[in-house]
Structure formats: structure tokens, C-alpha cells
């Protein structure tokens, strides 16, 4: 939905609510009244006017969504409509003079003023889009004027076409200069010459470089300047030309939209009927006319490119203001013709012209601007060429070596420690963390009671004082054992340290040092038992430990091929909201910079630049809004297009930027 859709649409919709049988009164009673209505039903009936009515329809916007028709069809139902007689060479002409029922020159005029509006609407996007282009080409050579480096690649990229065209006005000149030659003046010296082939040659070769003088002296420019210079001048005349061909479209697009077709419907009312609307229709064409005939000139300003559009409307021949009888019959088949002569010959020329102007001062052509690379990329095939088939297995090797390491990365890394987390959280005894084997503590731990105790009972003096070993005493020391006491034996270390020649000899020092050793042991691993039964009760969190850097390491290689291979949607997203705040920009600048008119409006070729900005940020409502906000939102746009007044536009820009903010960014 453009703004052009729309504005076609209400004026369509205006018309569709006029009367077709305008000057039909509606105070007749009695007999007379009843007498016209049955002159209007047979007039009504009659073949031609249903055939009429049946191109109106046609005409007609149907189709919310394409509410224009193609310009074509336009001239195909105003041939068919008979209004004009159409030749088969191609031309129309004026149908001879003869007498209609009011009723179908009322018909002939609402049918003409739906082909009218119609052909505004293509002129307006036609106007469109030529504006939206130029933006393109002048910040292209903005680029190249505010770089040095694009600057020098500018001239890289033109030198084989500056040289060709150099070559070429040297070509013109000597074979200007070859034709002009005095012929008998050319025999008598080559005849004196000894009419040889050199001499021949010589001249030939006198001619080629006097016209090459001639060239150089011609322009001087070239001379004075360097070619990194002369290239900058070139860019800098170019953008000049692009911008003052956007200002005079942008001028044209407003003068149309401000001028052409007003028929007051605003809001919604029908005021114009009559001659009145037809003054206007006819006054609208006028206006087109002249607006694409004089929008592709440049050697005049926006002033005055206004004041003549204006001023060959004003002055035009065809106008109904212009001729004595404002009711002359035939007019509906002059508007048509006027139509027709728009759509085959004028929009045509525009178009050619445009397009002109487009091609000399636009951006160089791909094949100028990639040929360098182009030409690179062709020598350096053969080499690249040459080291990947040298290098064959290598990179065969590297290829396979690659997928071998995703693939024991993805299966060491994040696989198997998911397993073992699973594992975990299933109380699967083969996933438990330990440091020792189960029963190694508990048999140390037997192993050191029975060692005590048959050291007790061997020497009971050191663990029982002035009595016999009992079961009660063996028990006792088990019990002590099992808490960490062996006192018997250090009881027996301590005594035998005093002797300890004679305790190595019978043996029970070494033993008593045994038993001590066992009992280290055994403090050992209950220590080691403690750690162990530490990491079994934060095992699961070892495990996402363990996880962690593989899950990691996936997520960001993910996101990475993400975002250069299937995540477009969101980097066009974000760029369609980039593109959104810098037309959001550009109308602020507008709305800045403008010069009003008296009445506090924005001049023509001011709002003309507006509505290309709207028309573009209407273009990218779908992507960035959801479609609940999407009609409030271009309710706001319709207000900041409104030329109610600067100060209105102003706060209708204000409002779009806090409303929409959260789509905006």
C-alpha cells in the first residue's frame, strides 16, 4: 500500500459518488418528473451508453491492494470506448460532430475522468520512481568525493574508457583532416617525394599527430589538471547534475500532488460537479502534460521551472476556459485524445530522457566499475587453479582431518558428559566418582585390629596392667582400634626406643613400627574416604562443569553459521529499522530546512521530497511492524504527508518517533 495506491483510491471512490445524470433536477413534480425519469431509463438502456458504463467499471479501482491500472489498459478501454475514432496507423483523431443525449457526454466525461485519474497514478510512481534512484547515484559519488582512495579507484576504473573516447574524437579529427586533404597538393608531394611508401606513411602519421595536438590544445582542462583531479571534477559535476535533476522531479511530483486533480475530497464530500469538476479534469491534464515535458530540463531553477509549468497551464490552447462556449460538444473526446497523445508519445519521451540523463550522470556501469577484479580473478585463475591440484591431497587431508576433529570434539565434549550426567541423575553406580576402590578402607582397617590385637596379646603388659588378656580386654581394643587408639603399641614403641638395639633383635620394635605404619594407612584413606564421599555429593555439578566448555564451544559456532548462513531474518530486520531511522532522518531534515510558503506550507519541491521518503518508509511498514499498529501507523503517515501546515507535520514526525520507538531501534 502506497501513497499513490491511496490517493488514487479516494479520488476513485470521490467519483464513484457523483450522479452520473448531473443536470437532472430534482424539484420536478408531478407528470414532468415522471415523464424525465422515463426519458433517463431509456436513455440509460441504450446499447451505448451500457457500453460506456461497462469501460467505466473496468475503469474503476476494484483491488484494495492494486488499486492502479496498468497504463496500457488505460489506452486500450479509451480506444475501446469509441470516444475518439483510432486509425490503423496507430492514430486517433477527433470523431466527427454529432448530436448526443446528455446522458452519454455525462457518461463519455466520468468515463475520460477514470482514465484521467489513473494516469495520474502511474505519472506519480513513474515520478517515484526516478526520485528514489537519484538518491542511490548521488551518494555513490559522494563516496567518491569524500575519499581520496575512491577517488583514485574511480579514475582506474575509467581510464580505458577515457582513452577510448580520447581515441575516438582523434579518429573524428584525422579523418576530418584526411577528407579535407588537397589532393593534388598531396600528389605533387609525394611525387617529389619519390612517390615512395614511407613518405606516405609520414604523412600519414603528420595528420594523426597534429589532430592529437589539436585535441590537447582543445582541452585545456585535461592539460592543467590531473587525471586523479579531473576525475574529482568530473564526480563533483555529476552529483551536481543528479541533485538538481532530483529537485526538479521532486518539484513536479509536488506540483501534481498539490495541484493536479483537487477535487476537494478530502473530506469525503461531494462539492464539485458540472462544469466545475470538468474544468478541473481537463486543467489536470494540462498540468501533467506539462509537467513531464519540462521536468527533465535542467538549464532552469525550481522557480522557474514552477512558473513555466504554471504558465503553459495557464496559457494553454485546449483549456474549456479558453473557448467562448464553455459547453462546446466534443470536449470528453479532446480530453481523451490529450490522454492518449500522454500515454504514447509524452511519457514515452519523459522516460527516454530520464533515463538519458540517468545513464550520463549516474554511476558507472557494473562492467566499468568491476572490471578490475574481474580481470584480476581472470589472470590469477590459472595459478589458484594450479596450487589447489598440487595440493590435492593436502587439502583432502585438511578437509578430513577437520571432520574428524568436529566430530571427537562433539563426541568427547558435549556427548559423553551429557551421557554421564544422565547417568547421575539415574544413580547409575558405574557413573559414581571415586578416588579409592569400596572395600580397601575397610579391609586396612581389620587388617590393623587384628594386627593390634595380636600384639596386645602377645604383650599384655601393654594393654592390660597385673592381669590376663580377656575377651573383654579384645574387645576393648577393637574398639579403640576402629576409633583410631593403639595405645598397646606405642606403649611398646616408647619402651623399646629406650632399647633399641635389643628391641631390633627380638623383633618387636620393627613390629611395633609395622603396626604404626598400617595405622598411617589406614589414616590415610579414611581421609581420602572423606574427599571421596565430598566429590560423590557434588558429582552432578562436576558434571555440568565438565559440559559447560563443549555446550559452549557448540552455541557459538551455531550462532556464528547462524548468522552467516540461515539468520538473515534478523539482520534484515535490524537493517530494515536502520533504514527506517534514517528516512526518519531525512524527513526531520526536511521538515528543517524547508522554505515555507506564506500560509506556512511546505514549497513543492520540499513536499515533493517528503513523499518520496514517505513512500519508501510505507514500503518497509510490513516488515517492521506487527500488524496490529500497522494502520495506526499509517494513519500517522497520512497526517505527516497532510500539508496542513509545517508546525502539523512537525509533531506528526514527533509522535511517529516515541510511538513506534520500540520497533525502531
Not at 488505460?74 to 448526443?100: C, E, F, M
Not at 568525493?145 to 584525422?174: G, H, K, M
Request: aromatic fraction near 6%; hydrophobic fraction near 40%; include cysteine.
Amino acid at each position: 500500500m502506497t501513497l499513490v495506491s491511496d490517493q488514487v483510491r479516494r479520488l476513485d471512490a470521490y467519483l464513484d459518488r457523483l450522479p452520473v445524470l448531473a443536470d437532472l433536477a430534482q424539484d420536478d413534480t408531478g407528470s414532468e418528473s415522471g415523464e424525465q425519469n422515463i426519458v433517463a431509463a431509456e436513455a440509460l438502456s441504450a446499447p451505448r451508453i451500457g457500453q460506456l458504463l461497462r469501460l467505466v467499471q473496468s475503469l474503476s479501482s476494484t483491488s484494495s491492494s492494486q488499486p492502479l491500472i496498468p497504463i496500457d489498459s488505460v489506452r486500450s478501454l479509451l480506444i475501446q470506448s469509441d470516444i475518439l475514432t483510432y486509425h490503423n496507423d496507430g492514430t486517433t483523431s477527433l470523431p466527427p460532430i454529432k448530436a448526443k443525449s446528455h446522458y452519454e457526454n455525462e457518461v463519455e466525461w466520468l468515463l475520460v475522468t477514470k482514465a484521467t485519474v489513473q494516469v495520474y497514478g502511474s505519472i506519480l510512481n513513474t515520478l517515484l520512481d526516478r526520485i528514489i534512484p537519484l538518491s542511490d547515484d548521488i551518494w555513490y559519488w559522494s563516496e567518491v568525493l569524500n575519499s581520496y582512495t575512491y577517488s583514485s579507484l574511480y579514475t582506474i576504473q575509467t581510464s580505458p574508457l577515457r582513452l577510448w573516447v580520447w581515441t575516438q574524437e582523434v579518429y573524428a579529427a584525422s579523418k576530418t583532416r584526411i577528407n579535407t586533404f588537397d589532393v593534388r597538393d598531396a600528389s605533387s608531394d609525394l611525387v617529389q617525394a619519390g612517390n615512395g611508401a614511407t613518405q606516405q606513411w609520414r604523412k600519414f602519421y603528420g595528420i594523426v599527430r597534429d589532430s592529437i595536438v589539436e585535441r590537447s590544445l582543445a582541452n585545456v582542462q585535461r592539460q592543467v589538471l590531473s587525471p586523479l583531479a579531473y576525475c574529482r571534477t568530473e564526480a563533483r559535476k555529476k552529483q551536481a547534475e543528479l541533485q538538481k535533476l532530483r529537485e526538479i522531479t521532486a518539484s513536479g511530483l509536488g506540483v501534481l500532488m498539490d495541484e493536479g486533480l483537487q477535487f476537494g475530497s478530502n473530506d469525503g464530500k461531494v462539492q464539485l460537479q458540472g462544469a466545475h469538476l470538468k474544468g478541473v479534469v481537463e486543467r489536470s491534464v494540462a498540468l501533467i502534460d506539462m509537467v513531464l515535458k519540462e521536468v527533465s530540463t535542467l538549464d532552469m531553477g525550481i522557480n522557474e521551472f514552477e512558473d513555466k509549468v504554471f504558465a503553459g497551464v495557464e496559457e494553454d490552447a485546449e483549456l474549456s476556459v479558453h473557448l467562448e462556449d464553455t459547453a462546446t460538444p466534443g470536449r470528453s473526446s479532446v480530453l481523451a485524445r490529450r490522454l492518449l497523445n500522454i500515454i504514447d508519445k509524452v511519457l514515452p519521451q519523459h522516460e527516454s530522457a530520464m533515463n538519458q540523463l540517468a545513464v550520463t550522470n549516474g554511476r558507472p556501469h557494473a562492467v566499468v566499475r568491476y572490471w578490475l577484479p574481474a580481470l584480476v580473478g581472470l589472470v590469477s585463475s590459472s595459478t589458484v587453479l594450479r596450487i589447489l591440484v598440487n595440493r590435492q591431497a593436502e587439502i583432502v587431508e585438511w578437509i578430513t582431518d577437520f571432520g574428524a576433529t568436529v566430530r571427537d570434539f562433539w563426541l568427547n565434549w558435549v556427548v559423553e558428559p551429557t551421557q554421564k550426567i544422565v547417568k547421575t541423575i539415574r544413580h547409575d553406580e558405574t557413573s559414581e566418582i571415586a578416588i579409592m576402590s569400596r572395600d580397601s578402607l575397610k579391609a586396612d582397617q581389620e587388617s590393623l585390629e587384628r594386627m593390634v590385637v595380636e600384639f596386645a596379646m602377645d604383650n599384655p603388659q601393654f594393654a592390660v596392667e597385673g592381669s590376663a588378656m580377656t575377651d573383654a580386654h579384645v574387645t576393648e581394643i577393637r574398639r579403640k582400634v576402629a576409633e583410631g587408639d593403639v595405645t598397646p603399641v606405642l606403649r611398646a614403641y616408647e619402651k623399646y626406643l629406650k632399647k633399641p638395639l635389643a628391641g631390633a633383635v627380638t623383633g618387636d620394635l620393627v613390629r611395633s613400627l609395622l603396626i604404626q605404619v598400617q595405622k598411617t594407612k589406614v589414616d590415610l584413606e579414611v581421609a581420602m574416604t572423606g574427599i571421596d564421599s565430598l566429590l560423590k555429593s557434588q558429582e552432578l555439578v562436576f558434571g555440568f562443569v565438565g559440559l559447560t566448555p563443549g555446550v559452549l564451544v557448540s552455541i557459538g559456532v551455531f550462532r556464528y553459521l547462524q548468522a552467516m548462513l540461515g539468520g538473515r531474518s534478523g539482520r534484515r530486520l535490524s537493517g530494515t529499522a536502520g533504514r527506517a531511522i534514517r528516512i526518519l532522518r531525512n524527513i526531520d531534515r526536511i521538515l528543517s530546512d524547508a522554505s515555507p510558503t506564506d500560509s506556512n506550507m511546505l514549497s513543492y519541491k520540499d513536499h515533493g521530497l517528503l513523499l518520496c521518503e514517505l513512500h519508501v518508509l510505507r514500503s518497509l511498514t510490513t516488515k517492521l511492524l506487527p500488524r496490529s499498529v500497522q494502520q495506526e501507523f499509517l494513519e500517522d503517515l497520512d497526517d505527516l504527508a497532510n500539508i496542513k501546515g509545517i508546525g502539523f507535520q512537525a509533531k506528526a514526525l514527533t509522535r511517529i518517533r516515541w510511538a513506534y520507538a520500540r520497533w525502531l531501534r
